[in-house]
């Protein structure tokens, strides 16, 4: 599963690129890669045409009721294209915006290990075909990842890098019902337990302010992934893009908002229980004004990331703060600094 498609960007530490005095107090997606391959690294999306089993019928159909008619695919993509000139058209734009060095293919619309293994071989190699590509991002959903995909995608990563993305966005089965995920918190926690088994670099997306969620819910989510073995994960709030099933819920008055101070709260609390060294890919979605309507704020998403690190600077604590791991039996416990 991927999220809607201007919460895509590697922007989680866009403002690293700012002269700040101080490090971040968290680990970014940025400075991870840039650990990892010694140079600066961004991903390139690309979309292949897949579909996804929440829409098709074979889970269900209409898709999760945040999610809009590209699947989560960027808009800088021209899908008519193969992958080979995705891949040139998305990595000269985006080392001329951003003065990337090296690049990571990204499958990112709709659930991109829909497939069968065969296709995706091909695909997959066909993302590594770019002199500056050194390895691929795969979005997906839990109930996509059989074993002998997972042991696909384990064979690119012993080959090169391979980062799964597997969307949870809650750990509770009412909220994914209510959103329309068509499948379990069992499936995901399953799904990442078989790809570490495979030593694959699994990463996930949450959401804050789903239906009906209360933060102590929200905690919770955060508290279960990071006790899950997972490698990263993008947070961010919840969106209404326009077209989509949340988008009647919000015009009929069905569906209340985060307010950014409350969203900046949440964030703070959740970067203290995850483990110092997971990979933060993002904190804040944004969008652009034809495709997301609401909350506001996210059309100002430098500014709430530097509130987010503000709190946390205010509160003298950083990611990890209360992520404690007992060593003698492998439990997660939290402390308070
Ligand atoms: S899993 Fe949900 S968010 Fe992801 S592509 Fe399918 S419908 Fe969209």
Redesign the pocket.
């Known amino acids: ?3 809607p498609t201007s919460c895509t960007s590697d922007s989680a530490d866009k403002i690293a690129a700012k002269p700040v005095a101080e490090p971040l107090p968290y680990r970014s997606f940025n400075s991870y890669l840039g650990e990892r391959f010694g140079a600066k690294v961004y991903r390139v999306p690309i979309d292949v045409g897949f579909d ?1 089993p ?2 098709d019928g074979v889970r269900a159909f209409g ?2 009721t945040f ?1 809009d008619e590209r ?2 695919g960027a808009p800088t993509i021209d899908t008519a294209l193969d992958v080979k000139s995705q891949l040139i058209t998305g990595v000269e734009r985006i080392r001329r915006r951003y003065g990337a060095e090296k690049f990571l293919a990204y499958f990112q619309a ?2 991109n290990t829909y497939a069968p293994e065969g296709i995706l071989r091909v695909l997959y190699e066909s993302g590594l075909q770019h002199p500056d590509v050194v390895g691929l991002c795969v979005g997906t ?1 839990p109930d996509c990842v059989p074993d002998n995909v997972l042991d696909l995608l384990a064979e690119f990563h012993r080959k090169s890098f391979m980062w799964l993305e597997m ?1 949870l966005q809650s750990a509770h089965n009412r909220t994914l019902d209510l959103i329309n ?1 068509a499948h379990t918190a069992e499936e995901f926690f399953d799904a990442v337990k078989r790809a570490k088994q495979r030593d694959i670099p699994a990463a996930t997306h949450l959401i804050f302010g789903l239906p009906e969620e209360t933060p102590e819910m929200m905690m919770e989510t955060v508290r279960r992934v990071a006790r899950s073995g997972v490698d990263g994960v993008k947070i961010h709030q919840l969106c209404v893009y326009k077209g989509t099933p949340m988008e009647v819920d919000y015009r009929l008055g069905k569906l209340p908002l985060l307010d950014e101070d409350v969203y900046v709260q949440l964030v703070a609390d959740a970067l203290e229980l995850l483990p110092p060294e997971m990979v933060i890919m993002r904190l804040v979605a944004e969008g652009k004004r034809d495709e997301l309507l609401v909350p506001e704020w996210s059309f100002e998403k430098s500014r709430i990331m530097e509130k987010i690190v503000a709190e946390m600077r205010r509160r003298g604590t950083r990611q990890g703060s209360r992520f404690v791991v007992r060593e003698s039996v492998g439990e997660c416990v939290e402390s308070r600094v």
């Open positions: 599963m991927k999220v996804c929440n829409r898709g999760c999610c699947g989560s709709f659930s959903r969307g995920r």
